[in-house]
């Protein structure tokens, strides 16, 4: 069994104990640090949809790509620095971690500029970690408003990544409440290792790395 036919599998039996749906749960493919051949094999048994950290690395990789496999969605699960905003919205069709006021001004003139703008989630730092990005739980549904309302910015969803020492149902309890009070159908969250509990707590998209495509290695890296 391929690690995707493993993921999907465990998805499918995730959803079904939580009775929800199984169009209701995404799997993003995160194919950060992953050799081009590991990401072509996940593409050749027919999945579409694929995650980032990084928006050079996605530069020198995905345009090739789309150009041999239709219907790629990427998002961007890294910290997005506000230089980089012009290249993110070439590549990326979701950015998954607005986290800033100045991040989404920046957002908001490139988007006015160009007459469109990626789908956008905030990214919610619900450890209140200090060395990790986000915006503070107490703080997230006013940010919300202004993003949407000020700044008119197709915010559909939150993301978070919650301390790798903690058990995660709080922040995914936190999470899914910021979302469902805002009125955002969006809620990205659970990864490898908890993915399962994160869709019995209405993750609508569950970013995968390790479980499908093994052990990362950075030395492999290369463009198409």
Known sequence: MSGLSNVTGRIAAAVDKAGRAAADVELIAVSKVQPISRVEAILDEGHRVFGE???????????????????????LIGPLQTNKIKPAFDVFDVIQTLDRDRLARKIATEAQERGR????YVQVNTGEEAQ???????????????????YELPVIGVMA??????????????????????GLTGI?????????????????????????????DPSAITSV
């Open 53 to 75: 950290n990084r928006v050079q690395e996605a530069q020198g990789k995905w345009p090739a790509l789309r150009e041999r496999y239709d219907g790629i969605t990427l998002h």
């Open 117 to 120: 703008c990626p789908d956008l």
């Open 132 to 150: 990790k990005a986000g915006i503070a739980p107490d703080e997230a549904d006013a940010f919300i408003v202004k993003c949407r309302e000020e």
């Open 161 to 182: 990544i919650p301390p790798a020492d903690e058990p995660p149902v709080p922040h995914f309890d936190l999470l899914a409440d910021i979302a469902h009070r805002n």
């Open 188 to 216: 990205s969250m659970g990864m490898s290792a908890d993915f399962e509990t994160a869709i019995a707590y209405g993750a609508t998209s569950v970013r995968v790395g390790s479980a499908l495509f093994g052990a990362r």
